[in-house]
Structures are given as structure tokens and as C-alpha cells.
């Protein structure tokens, strides 16, 4: 049976990628690398596919680091990657870059629509405070946000999804049914998400649907199943009022 946006009560949101533009942070936090480096062959997209699989494996590797610091971490070794010298200080910089992440234009906009119908819920791979300070540029307060830091691990580890679960169903007597989790990542959220039996919405804003590139996030061998595709939140937004308006 199909499902509809108009079923849930609540959306549980992954944050970067999703709401907030991760790639061009990303890519605008390593140009002191590249201009101290005096390089000009790196592409964004090469970085961005070099990030994506060194901080997945450190991700791995290092499950309680807190985000600043594996970011400080990523840093150094994707200097190492393509043969470039970074520093300390370089390196603390691009861990400390987080803040600085620019949200998607439609962002805010959608939130506030969707907030109006749905609890919402942020799932994510930082720490508090790097989220505290995205947050204040998404223009909502949410219900509920669970980060890597209070789980002590790294989507798409199992016990991320599993905590989300524990404490939605503890806090707000919600389970699987009510949930449409919401996010661009296949990698670190709709293969878990699909594995929990959650129901899912591919913000594909990386055209991956139609054969775009993957960006700074880590390859899946095959793409998981999803009950809504949307290529950005204001797409999302405009379905859910669509949907509420017929059911009425």
C-alpha cells in the first residue's frame, strides 16, 4: 500500500547535506589548504569524493571522536592524500569550519511550513554544539535533536537509529509508523533508515536519481528503496500542503 505525507507525525531529519549546505562549507573550508599550497589542480569535486571516503573511514575508526576534532583529523589527511602540506593551525581551522556552513536557500522557508503539520526531529553525525549553531540559521525550534556525540557513534551505525527510536518512542509515544525520515544521504541514512523499516524521503539535491555525482557523500553499491523524492526541501514543503489540502 502506498503511504502519504499527510500519514506521519513527525519527521526525523538528517541535518548536513539535507538543510544545510555541507559541500560548499566543506569545499570553501579547505581553500586555505589549497592557496598555502599554492594549488590549483584539485577540483571540488575531487575533494569533495576524497573527504567523502576519508571521513567515512574515520567515522569508523574513531566512533566517540567528537566531530570538530575527526574533522581536524580529515583534514590533515586529505592534505596527505593529494600531497600537500598542511599545519596545526590548518588543521584546526577546517575542524572548527563547521559554524561557518551555510544553509540551502529553501531551507528555513520549508522547515517552518513543515512545522506547522509534523514534529520535527534532527538525527546527526556532529556534535551539539556545531548543530546549536547550524540550528540558528534554519529558523525553527525542533522537537527533538539526537547528534553522534550523545549516541558515542557515527550513522549509519546501527545504534544511532536505534537511540533515535528508543527516546522518540520514551519522549513522544511514537514509533516506525509515524516517522518519515527525511535526508539526502543513501550512504548515512536511507540504507539504515530502510533497515529499521522506516519510511523515507530522498532529498536528492545531488541529482543522484539522474546519474549526478556523489559529492562529499560515500558511495553505496546499490540504492536503497524510498517512498518520496524530492529534489530540495521547497519540492517537500509544497507536496506535504498539496497532500494536507486534498485530505481535507
Known sequence: M??????????????????????SGIWDALQPLL?????????????????????????????????????????????????????????????????HWPAFPDSADALRVLKAHYKLVILSNVNRDGFAASNRKLGVAFD?????????????????????LDRLRGDFGLDAPDILHTAQSLFHDHVPARAFGLANAW??????SGGGDWGATAVVGEKPQFDFLFPDMASMARAMVADRDRQE
Not at 146 to 162: C, I, L, M, Q, R
Not at 203 to 208: E, S, T
Request: include cysteine; charge should be negative.
Open 35 to 99: 592557496m598555502e599550497s599554492g594549488c590549483a589542480e584539485i577540483t571540488r569535486a575531487a575533494a569533495l569524493q576524497a573527504f567523502a571516503e576519508e571521513e567515512s573511514g574515520q567515522q569508523a575508526q574513531t566512533p566517540d571522536m567528537l566531530y570538530p576534532k575527526l574533522l581536524e583529523r580529515v583534514h590533515g589527511t586529505l592534505a596527505r592524500r593529494f600531497g600537500l602540506r598542511s599545519t596545526a593551525a590548518l588543521d584546526a581551522a577546517f575542524g572548527a569550519s563547521l559554524p
Open 2 to 23: 502506498s503511504v502519504r505525507l499527510a500519514d506521519f507525525s513527525a519527521l526525523t531529519f538528517d541535518c548536513y547535506g539535507t538543510l544545510i549546505d555541507w559541500e
Open 144 to 164: 527533538a535533536i539526537y547528534t553522534a556525540e550523545d549516541v558515542g557513534s557515527y550513522k549509519p551505525a546501527p545504534a544511532n537509529f536505534e537511540y533515535m
Open 203 to 208: 532529498i536528492d539535491r545531488q541529482g543522484l
